[in-house]
């Protein structure tokens, strides 16, 4: 009995023993672990593609723009006058006059004279602020209007999307200038080249635009058609039956002298078909002549 219980408090003495020293070598595992310093992540910055900065700077900068570009109210004018007058000539320089005062000019003129009516055009582009002005000044001119008609044109919606996307293009550009500064191989170089080549291309279109857009804004257009009646225009008398007799032998004889040098114009053609006739005829008089009686 002594022995069991010796044997029983030997067995559990080893086996504290074991746990301490098992407890100590986690300890200082721990404790190491604890000591190390941890690995950080050296931050990089990554080279997008064109592709990749022309759309990450395209969807940044619509998104800004949205709420920061605001214009007033961009209409586009347009009138059309036709009206008669009393005197040609002096309309057109009262026309003249009513666009000089009027801070305006004249882009186009044409004038015809068909012997019953003189006839004349003009474009005129006018400030905006001026164009109901000038309208009823020239108007004034008239005797007799014959039509009027006004129209206008809301483009203040595309006038916001050409100034955005133009902002747009040229910070895409100057991320394209930037990436060019970086590139160290030659393709890397030529292709940024051939984007920035591109969006150049598009920003001249746009800035195009946005200059003839402004334009038409700022000026407004007036094309004017007036005219002047000659009431001694007399209408050339009728031809007599003799007249029209000698007409009709003059158009005959000017007729045949066509027909004439038609054919001479063909020559060879004819020279084939009368080679064509003539074999087809002496075949038809062989044939004739080889058959029994």
């Not at 100590?24 to 050296?42: C, F, K, Y």
């Not at 946005?210 to 008398?237: C, D, G, R, W």
């Not at 060879?268 to 006739?277: E, M, Y």
Request: proline share 3%; net charge neutral; with cysteine.
């Amino acid at each position: 009995m002594r022995c069991i219980i010796l044997i029983t408090l030997l067995l559990l003495w080893s086996c504290g023993n074991r746990s301490e020293k098992g407890a100590g070598v986690g300890d200082s595992e721990l404790g190491l672990e604890r000591n190390e310093a941890p690995e950080q992540d050296i931050p990089t910055t990554k080279l997008l593609s064109p592709q990749e900065e022309d759309f990450k700077q395209v969807k940044q900068t619509q998104d800004t723009d949205k709420d920061t570009v605001e214009i007033g109210k961009q209409i586009i004018r347009i009138a059309q006058l036709n009206f008669q007058v009393q005197d040609f000539k002096e309309a057109t320089e009262k026309i003249q006059q009513v666009a000089k005062a009027n801070q305006a000019y004249i882009s186009s003129a044409n004038e015809r004279n068909n012997g019953y009516t003189l006839d004349g055009e003009m474009v005129v582009r006018v400030p905006s602020k001026n164009f109901d002005k000038a309208i009823k000044e020239i108007l004034e001119i008239a005797i007799y209007v014959n039509f009027k008609n006004e129209s206008a044109e809301d483009v203040t919606e595309e006038f916001v999307d050409v100034i955005t996307r133009l902002k747009t293009k040229r910070e895409v550009e100057k991320r394209y200038l930037e990436i060019l500064s970086r590139a160290k191989t030659i393709s890397e170089i030529l292709e940024v080249e051939e984007k920035l080549r591109v969006i150049r291309e598009e920003i001249e279109s746009r800035e195009g635009r946005l200059k003839y857009l402004k334009n038409q804004v700022q000026f407004s257009t007036i094309h004017l058609n007036y005219y002047q009646t000659n009431e001694k225009y007399q209408k050339p008398p009728k031809a007599s039956f003799l007249n029209k007799v000698g007409e009709s032998l003059v158009e005959g004889w000017e007729g045949l002298l066509g027909f004439l040098i038609g054919l001479v114009s063909v020559w060879p053609l004819l020279i084939a078909v009368a080679g064509v006739a003539w074999w087809w005829i002496r075949r038809r008089k062989k044939k004739k002549n080889q058959t029994p009686t």
